[in-house]
């Protein structure tokens, strides 16, 4: 069963309007939690990174005050797309590292569903 | 810096036909290499992975090798099952949490 769960699997908004993805660890804390996106054709690439009771640290070219983060508890991360408009779209994915806080080859890393965003 | 660059598909072969998904990698230093798969409405998950050149990584009759001189990490299969239908994902991490992907390959088995 699944192990990191994202919400919702499918979503569509109207442009200029905001949406909420979750993402929980379903058995274990995860302090940290990483958010991709892949536009098609594209590689995933990574967005942010969720800390849980500090700021999300964004990858360069991110719009932090566009793509809220909101790690409010060691389960749950939150990605919150403001304003979206059509070139939103896309398909975003979180991960967890099971296994502690920090960049460890031991860590296990699972991923959630994934979520589609259309904006129309 | 880091990337991934990943045989484009989507890919449809026979069932029992082998399978070469080619994956190539930049990097600095010494990173890990993966192989994902995504079955449909499901999570990423790990098929295999390498942590040093020469490895081998292998699950369920896939395998795929590190290697460092033509930086590269092939997907391979002798014989695709239908239920091996799914998107590949090659990927490289440096510290374990963060990592690169490629753009993901289609594979379609027909009976």
């Known amino acids: 069963g699944a192990v990191v769960s994202q919400h919702p699997s499918r979503v569509i908004c109207k442009s200029g309007t905001s949406v909420k993805i979750e993402c929980r660890s379903l058995?274990?804390?995860?302090?940290?939690m990483f958010w991709y996106r892949q536009f098609p054709k594209q590689s995933l690439m990574l967005m942010a990174t969720?800390?849980?009771?500090?700021?999300?640290?964004?990858e360069q070219g991110v719009e932090k005050d566009k793509f809220l983060i909101n790690h409010a508890s060691l389960t749950l991360s939150t990605l919150t797309v403001t304003s979206a408009h059509p070139e939103d779209s896309s398909f975003y994915i979180c991960?967890?590292?099971?296994?502690?806080?920090?960049?460890?080859?031991?860590?296990?890393?699972?991923f959630g569903e994934g979520s589609w965003l259309t904006v129309v | 810096g880091n990337s991934v660059t990943q045989m484009e598909g989507p890919v449809t072969l026979s069932e029992e036909a082998f399978l070469t998904i080619n994956c190539t990698y930049t990097?600095?230093?010494?990173?890990?290499l993966f192989w994902y798969v995504q079955y449909p409405g499901e999570g990423l998950q790990l098929l295999l992975k390498?942590?040093?050149?020469?490895d081998k990584g292998s699950n369920k009759g896939f395998e795929a090798t590190y290697r460092k001189e033509t930086t590269s990490f092939h997907l391979e299969k002798g014989s695709v099952q239908v239920s091996d239908s799914a998107v590949y994902f090659c990927?490289?991490?440096?510290?374990?949490?963060?990592?690169?992907f490629g753009t993901g390959t289609s594979l379609t088995v027909i009976p």
């Open positions: 969720s800390n849980e009771g500090s700021k999300a640290t964004y």
């Open positions: 990927a490289l991490s440096k510290f374990g949490n963060q990592f690169y």
């Open positions: 990097a600095t230093g010494y990173p890990s």
């Open positions: 390498a942590t040093k050149a020469d």
């Open positions: 058995d274990f804390q995860a302090t940290t």
């Open positions: 991960s967890a590292p099971k296994g502690g806080r920090g960049q460890t080859s031991g860590n296990t890393i699972y």
